[in-house]
């Protein structure tokens, strides 16, 4: 870990920054005293959304045409264009 005065944390900040990225923790001391750390700020994650479940199948049936399963008209659409 390393600890640099104010003022020479003033002087060096490019170079408290580059170590404290490098993962090397940086304390800052005045008068031989820490008085602040320096660390990485995290980066922010994005919310999260719920999925409802229940619009997903309202969905589903909406789209559902009742009389063959999509992947029985895609089949006969291949079908029909090989013949």
Same mark, same amino acid.
């Given at each position: ?13 490019? #170079? *408290?920054?580059?170590?404290? !990225? ?11 005293? %820490? @008085? ?13 959304? #719920? *999925?409802?479940?229940?619009? !997903? ?11 063959? %399963? @999509? ?13």
């Amino acid at each position: 870990m390393s600890e640099y005065s104010i003022a020479m944390a003033k002087d060096q900040l490019p #170079r *408290i920054i580059d170590r404290m !990225l490098d993962g090397e923790a940086v304390t800052i001391t005045r008068r031989g005293r %820490p @008085v602040a750390r320096v660390i990485p700020i995290e980066p922010e994650r994005p919310a999260t959304r #719920r *999925i409802d479940v229940q619009a !997903l199948r309202r969905l589903r049936e909406a789209g559902s045409t009742g009389k063959t %399963p @999509v992947i029985d008209t895609v089949q006969a659409m291949r079908d029909d264009y090989r013949y």
